[in-house]
């Protein structure tokens, strides 16, 4: 039997930026927040195994949220990115929440943030391309945008810029934070200097074949003994994941996107997301009544 595509989702953040839950934040409709827009997505792109990496304090809310808005028929696994490590107040980062799932997932995975959404077309790119790996060294692909289609409204994001070849494969990836926008212009703080709003980056939405999940957990190991002492660092899936590029163990496909992206990292940020919501389902209702 083939081994079944999962769409995990990271839900396990603090949401300390937003100061609440954000991954469950309504933005509608009918009370749906943007994790259950990225489920229906993957849905009908044909990935209907659901692996939520949660935390173990809100594990009652988020499976009575799920149940709300899919009922039963959810073939969801949710597992708890705490209980996986040693206790931490700060969660250990992205990529940790990853090899959190490692114990419950038997083949490729579709990766994406609870709080992010990456166009209605977004997960269907990336399932299509997790269909084509074949062979040889492992490929991985991801969604590429367009920074200035990736910046709030207001604040600060961390953003991971791409460098590719012209087959179009990542050959180098920079995190990179405190990007924003000052009048007409796109700036970081770390590195410093200014950017392109035409720049390729990193939402961390992958499709990822069994061995970098398995390699990723060696280097969550190796990660983890050198800062088992910290409060703050953080084991970051691109970063990870561009280790093991450099280390010629994956290839790495970058998917250009032209969609918008959604997310929520402040409470300001959740107005505009439910207008953005809003308008895609205008969209919808007036392509299926044409």
């Known amino acids: 039997m083939d081994a079944v595509t999962s769409l995990l989702v990271l839900a396990g953040g603090l949401g300390s930026r937003f100061g609440g839950t954000k991954q469950l934040a309504d933005v509608g409709p009918n009370g749906a ?9 993957a849905s009908i792109a044909g990935v209907t195994r659901v ?26 696994t949710i597992v708890h990115q705490d209980a996986v490590a040693p206790t931490r107040a700060k969660p250990w980062g992205t990529g940790h929440a990853v090899v959190s799932a490692r114990s419950v997932i038997d ?39 367009q920074l200035g289609q990736t910046l709030p ?29 000052e009048g007409g212009t796109i700036r970081a703080s770390e590195p410093s200097g200014e950017l392109s709003a035409e720049t390729p980056v990193s939402m961390n939405i992958w499709s990822l074949p069994l061995p970098a999940l398995d390699r990723l957990a060696v280097q969550w190991a190796e990660f983890h003994a050198k800062h088992a002492a910290s ?21 790495i496909e970058i998917i250009d996107s032209d969609e918008n992206w959604i997310g929520i990292t ?24 044409s």
Do not use: W
């Open 51 to 76: 692996v939520v990496v949660g935390r173990t304090d809100l594990d009652r809310s988020i499976r009575q949220h799920l149940a709300a808005q899919h009922g039963d028929k959810l073939d969801l």
């Open 266 to 289: 402040n409470q300001e940020d959740l107005g505009v997301a439910r207008s953005a919501f809003a308008a895609l389902e205008y969209q919808d209702m007036k392509g299926a009544i």
């Open 231 to 251: 409060e703050t660092a953080e084991f970051l899936l691109p970063v990870a994941l561009d280790a093991q590029r450099s280390e010629g163990r994956l290839f």
């Open 153 to 181: 409204g207001s604040g600060a994001v961390s953003r991971g810029i791409c460098k590719r070849d012209s087959s179009g494969r990542l050959v180098g990836l920079l995190e990179t934070h405190g990007i924003r926008r």
């Open 33 to 41: 927040a943007i994790l259950d827009h990225s489920i229906r997505e």
């Open 107 to 145: 083949g490729p995975v579709i990766i994406v943030n609870a709080d992010d959404h990456y166009g209605p077309t977004g997960i269907a790119r990336i399932a299509d391309a997790s269909r084509n790996f074949s062979g040889g060294v492992p490929t991985a692909a991801m969604l590429g945008f």
